[in-house]
């Protein structure tokens, strides 16, 4: 079946470096959507991509679509204390009434 | 104006408990999700409703897991005979769109821990 796999797991850096997740599907998808869960919290929605090399920006935030629609990722520019937390991919490949498949998350901690 | 929420926000079960969860998802929201997320992991997709109607129920770990939304409103799962395997946090997720593709809004969860 559908799998989303992220990297890294887990990632550390100090206030003001930059941060970037990836995220990779073993098929083709619809659409990708990415989502944050602060610790303790519920997911909460960034965006939703759905066009081939689509790029959007959110302030510090820049997601991007790949050209064949099987990968994503998503950069944030000079950190701060307040991104902290787990960014989670869900794709969809248009199926299965749009069911969302959850890569395992990418866990961020900002040092000030 | 109100969210998604769910109750109970903790359950504690002993095994072989049964147990039901609700959701009220937000008002018009036609797509209903729930999901599964175990420490450290991403939610897992259990099942999916549109209005009323059970779409799709390919997530749901055994039989002993059960899904309603009679009123295509709020929604109940149910696990009987709950075994160790099954804490975890239980979300549950509202969309306005009836294909379940686009923007879902989650509720705070159900953390059950069966003992």
């Known amino acids: 079946g559908q799998q989303v796999m992220q990297i890294p797991q887990y990632q550390h850096v100090q206030e003001g470096e930059d941060f970037t997740t990836y995220c990779n599907s073993s098929t083709t998808l619809s659409n990708i959507q990415w989502y944050k869960q602060r610790p303790g919290g519920h997911p909460v929605f960034l965006i939703q991509?759905?066009?081939?090399?689509e790029v959007k920006k959110q302030k510090r935030l820049t997601f991007q679509f790949g050209e064949a629609k099987k990968n994503s990722s998503l950069h944030i520019t000079a950190t701060q204390t307040t991104d902290v937390g787990t960014y989670f991919c869900?794709?969809?490949?248009?199926?299965?009434?749009?069911?969302?498949?959850f890569g395992k998350g990418t866990k961020l901690s900002v040092k000030p | 104006g109100a969210g998604v929420s769910q109750s109970p926000r903790y359950k504690v079960a002993k095994r072989g408990q049964d147990v039901a969860l609700r959701c009220d998802p937000i008002s018009g929201h036609v797509s209903l999700f729930w999901y599964q997320q175990a420490l450290g992991q991403g939610p897992e997709f259990l099942t999916y409703f549109q209005n009323e109607a059970q779409l799709d129920k390919s997530g749901l770990p055994s039989d002993r897991f059960f899904a309603e939304r009679p009123e295509g409103s709020v929604s109940t799962l149910k696990i009987q005979r709950t075994q160790q395997e099954d804490s975890a946090v239980y979300l549950c997720?509202?969309?306005?769109?009836?294909?379940?593709?686009?923007?879902?809004?989650f509720g705070p969860g159900t953390r059950l821990t069966v003992t």
């Open positions: 869900a794709g969809s490949d248009g199926g299965s009434q749009g069911n969302l498949i």
């Open positions: 997720a509202s969309s306005l769109r009836a294909s379940g593709v686009g923007e879902q809004y």
């Open positions: 991509l759905v066009k081939s090399g």
